[in-house]
């Protein structure tokens, strides 16, 4: 995978965008029911991480208490200095809740009292980069909590805030707190020569020491870097989940009843529409219900065709057959493994009414030909943009090429709401006919004019599925980040081809996918599976040719291309979560396959030979 400069500043604006909107987000909280939403459940129910705020901006009871904590161990602090409450609030406002890249957690135990703090500073200052922060253990308790709580705050800035670099600074003569970090996974870098001076205001600081000076004391530099873990069940997929969705959820359970019954529902379409560059956009139930709407909106019914690629989610030709009309396969590109435009054009009678182009695993069509080919042939395009949300072609997303678009929110997908899905459109008149089929054909009080469906995506969904969108160019970056892992673990050995994208598009790379060579590899796909299984790596198959299974009405062959990716082609695990060792592991595991292959194919080959 080639990363180019743009892609790198792309990444890096997203990255500094993330952590201003995160933290503001946690800092900015008000009430007390919020911040119990919004904070770090630490493992085992031992306590929580709780983020100070404004809500603690005007709470004498705990700044006297951070005051106290932080007199007890000045010697730890660079700056020294009397401590009072006053001055203590002025440091909470000004250095803590003011500062854009600086956050702090209480520590509080299982009962729920605080007994220390610690958190992230300078999170803007690298490309990626955290810095541990006023790790201080304030009150006596429960053993074991303070290291708990430092490796949740660790996981929840790699998985939440994608940072791939964590590091602190602590005296060196500190000892205590060194071998703190170093069981923690930290190892030292270097150190940093500190000269001791007086302020005129009475404090005492630590800074850095001019060249040729003597050092009173010394900053040990540490960065993390945990030991690989080479066990457990690395799973396909899985979401990243943040305090953000807990607290617009547990709001919508709270609150979202009776007149605020679609708070979250209407926001959530407003900002959806605008996020993808349309008009309107409707929450659903499913995306197989926004794909069926889309269709309805458009006209589609029996007696006719749509196009629908073969290498799909079933739900695509469903969709076409819930309508009453018929699919028709036509076969997909080996770049990007989208609809095939020129079949897609071989495969238009007079009865073709629709093409339904489908963004496979995050990879957009080749949308600028489909569209073309669609209205030199009156055709209506209605995407299933299901596993795409954020992919682009030309700097366009991924929903808005043609008359309606539907996405899924389902629990493996990028943004997820559990189960639901999205219809979007620019046309007020696929809206309103698919809002009115969406609502069971309600025309007011109880009357119903026409059978519709009951399609809604309910209020809590919508909630947690706002607080995903809020975070979509994040959890993007991400699944973009693991593909380049990959690439790099992949890229080369004999027998693989990793699904890059190609030059005229933006893969979100929902799922990170290979297709495996027999004859080059020396195994079949079913074969590195297992062997995968075996080292406790899952994996999917790709999605098999849909033309052949057995209830579709007109019967067809499997599209070449189709039927060679569906057979040879594998998903690997790919959850937004994924951390770096973890891909690592995968890529071990696939070598020692491919080389367990290889001496096998030597061991055979006198025998095949005689």
Same mark, same amino acid.
């Given at each position: 995978?080639?990363?180019?400069?743009?892609?790198?500043?792309?990444?890096?604006?997203?990255?500094?965008?993330?952590?201003?909107?995160?933290?503001?987000?946690?800092?900015?909280?008000?009430?007390?029911?919020?911040?119990?939403?919004?904070?770090?459940?630490?493992?085992?129910?031992?306590?929580?991480?709780?983020?100070?705020?404004?809500?603690?901006?005007?709470?004498?009871?705990?700044?006297?208490?951070?005051?106290?904590?932080?007199?007890?161990?000045?010697?730890?602090?660079?700056?020294?200095?009397?401590?009072?409450?006053?001055?203590?609030?002025?440091?909470?406002?000004?250095?803590?809740?003011?500062?854009?890249?600086?956050?702090?957690?209480?520590?509080?135990?299982?009962?729920?009292?605080?007994?220390?703090?610690?958190?992230?500073?300078?999170?803007?200052? !690298?490309? /990626?980069? @955290?810095?541990?922060?006023?790790?201080? +253990?304030? $009150?006596?308790? *429960?053993?074991?909590?303070?290291? =708990? &709580?430092?490796?949740?705050?660790?996981?929840?800035?790699?998985?939440?805030?994608?940072?791939?670099?964590?590091?602190?600074?602590?005296?060196?003569?500190?000892?205590?707190?060194?071998?703190?970090?170093?069981?923690? !996974?930290? /190892?030292? @870098?270097?150190?940093?020569?500190?000269? +001791?001076? $007086?302020?005129? *205001?009475?404090?005492?600081?630590? =800074? &850095?020491?001019?060249?040729?000076?003597?050092?009173?004391?010394?900053?040990?530099?540490?960065?993390?870097?945990?030991?690989?873990?080479?066990?457990?069940?690395?799973?396909?997929?899985?979401?990243?989940?943040?305090?953000?969705?807990?607290?617009?959820?547990?709001?919508?359970?709270?609150?979202?009843?009776?007149?605020?019954?679609?708070?979250?529902?209407?926001?959530?379409?407003?900002?959806?529409?605008?996020?993808?560059?349309?008009?309107?956009?409707?929450?659903?139930?499913?995306?197989?219900?926004?794909?069926?709407?889309?269709?309805?909106?458009?006209?589609?019914?029996?007696?006719?065709?749509?196009?629908?690629?073969?290498?799909?989610?079933?739900?695509?030709?469903?969709?076409?057959?819930?309508?009453?009309?018929?699919?028709?396969?036509?076969?997909?590109?080996?770049?990007?493994?989208?609809?095939?435009?020129?079949?897609?054009?071989?495969?238009?009678?007079?009865?073709?009414?629709?093409?339904?182009?489908?963004?496979?695993?995050?990879?957009?069509?080749?949308?600028?030909?489909?569209?073309?080919?669609?209205?030199?042939?009156?055709?209506?395009?209605?995407?299933?943009?299901?596993?795409?949300?954020?992919?682009?072609?030309?700097?366009?997303?991924?929903?808005?090429?043609?008359?309606?678009?539907?996405?899924?929110?389902?629990?493996?997908?990028?943004?997820?709401?559990?189960?639901?899905?999205?219809?979007?459109?620019?046309?007020?008149?696929?809206?309103?006919?698919?809002?009115?089929?969406?609502?069971?054909?309600?025309?007011?009080?109880?009357?119903?004019?026409?059978?519709?469906?009951?399609?809604?995506?309910?209020?809590?969904?919508?909630?947690?599925?706002?607080?995903?969108?809020?975070?979509?160019?994040?959890?993007?970056?991400?699944?973009?980040?693991?593909?380049?892992?990959?690439?790099?673990?992949?890229?080369?050995?004999?027998?693989?081809?990793?699904?890059?994208?190609?030059?005229?598009?933006?893969?979100?790379?929902?799922?990170?996918?290979?297709?495996?060579?027999?004859?080059?590899?020396?195994?079949?796909?079913?074969?590195?599976?297992?062997?995968?299984?075996?080292?406790?790596?899952?994996?999917?198959?790709?999605?098999?040719?849909?033309?052949?299974?057995?209830?579709?009405?007109?019967?067809?062959?499997?599209?070449?291309?189709?039927?060679?990716?569906?057979?040879?082609?594998?998903?690997?695990?790919?959850?937004?979560?994924?951390?770096?060792?973890?891909?690592?592991?995968?890529?071990?595991?696939?070598?020692?396959?491919?080389?367990?292959?290889?001496?096998?194919?030597?061991?055979?080959?006198?025998?095949?030979?005689?």
């Amino acid at each position: 995978m080639t990363t180019t400069a743009s892609d790198l500043d792309r990444a890096r604006a997203v990255y500094a965008a993330g952590i201003r909107r995160e933290l503001a987000f946690l800092k900015g909280t008000r009430s007390l029911g919020d911040l119990h939403a919004r904070s770090i459940v630490l493992p085992d129910d031992r306590g929580l991480l709780v983020p100070l705020c404004e809500l603690h901006a005007d709470d004498p009871r705990l700044i006297a208490d951070l005051g106290r904590w932080r007199a007890a161990h000045a010697d730890a602090f660079p700056t020294q200095f009397p401590v009072t409450d006053a001055g203590t609030a002025r440091w909470l406002r000004a250095g803590v809740l003011d500062v854009a890249d600086r956050l702090l957690f209480l520590v509080c135990d299982r009962h729920g009292h605080p007994v220390g703090h610690l958190g992230f500073a300078n999170a803007l200052a !690298g490309d /990626r980069e @955290l810095e541990v922060d006023n790790v201080l +253990r304030g $009150e006596p308790g *429960d053993a074991g909590l303070m290291t =708990v &709580a430092l490796e949740a705050l660790l996981r929840w800035g790699r998985e939440v805030l994608g940072a791939q670099r964590v590091h602190l600074r602590v005296f060196e003569d500190n000892r205590r707190a060194v071998g703190f970090y170093e069981r923690l !996974g930290f /190892r030292a @870098l270097g150190t940093i020569d500190l000269t +001791r001076t $007086e302020r005129a *205001d009475g404090a005492v600081a630590f =800074v &850095a020491s001019p060249p040729g000076t003597l050092a009173d004391r010394r900053f040990l530099t540490m960065e993390h870097a945990p030991a690989p873990r080479d066990e457990g069940e690395i799973l396909t997929a899985g979401p990243s989940m943040s305090g953000r969705e807990v607290s617009y959820a547990l709001d919508a359970v709270r609150h979202g009843w009776n007149h605020r019954y679609a708070d979250y529902h209407e926001e959530f379409a407003k900002r959806f529409a605008d996020y993808v560059g349309v008009r309107h956009a409707l929450p659903t139930s499913s995306c197989t219900g926004a794909l069926h709407l889309g269709l309805l909106g458009i006209g589609v019914g029996p007696g006719d065709e749509v196009i629908v690629p073969d290498l799909t989610w079933v739900a695509t030709a469903n969709a076409v057959v819930h309508c009453g009309a018929t699919p028709v396969f036509a076969d997909v590109e080996a770049d990007g493994w989208g609809l095939d435009p020129a079949a897609f054009e071989a495969a238009i009678t007079p009865a073709t009414k629709a093409v339904m182009p489908v963004h496979l695993y995050g990879h957009p069509a080749r949308m600028g030909e489909i569209a073309a080919i669609a209205a030199a042939h009156a055709i209506e395009i209605v995407e299933d943009a299901a596993p795409s949300i954020g992919a682009e072609v030309a700097g366009r997303r991924t929903g808005g090429f043609g008359a309606a678009a539907g996405f899924s929110f389902q629990g493996a997908k990028l943004l997820v709401t559990g189960e639901g899905g999205m219809l979007v459109t620019d046309s007020d008149a696929v809206y309103e006919r698919a809002r009115y089929l969406w609502g069971l054909g309600h025309e007011g009080d109880f009357w119903i004019g026409e059978t519709g469906f009951k399609y809604r995506m309910s209020n809590v969904q919508a909630a947690i599925g706002l607080g995903q969108l809020e975070r979509v160019d994040d959890l993007v970056e991400a699944k973009r980040r693991i593909f380049g892992w990959y690439a790099e673990e992949l890229d080369g050995l004999p027998g693989l081809a990793l699904s890059h994208e190609a030059d005229w598009a933006r893969s979100i790379h929902w799922m990170t996918s290979v297709l495996v060579d027999p004859d080059v590899a020396g195994i079949d796909r079913d074969g590195l599976r297992a062997a995968l299984r075996a080292d406790g790596i899952d994996t999917r198959p790709v999605f098999p040719a849909i033309s052949q299974y057995p209830m579709w009405s007109v019967r067809q062959a499997a599209g070449p291309v189709a039927a060679r990716i569906g057979a040879t082609g594998i998903n690997l695990p790919s959850g937004v979560c994924l951390r770096r060792d973890e891909v690592a592991r995968v890529g071990a595991a696939v070598r020692r396959a491919l080389a367990g292959a290889a001496r096998e194919r030597v061991h055979l080959s006198p025998a095949l030979a005689a």
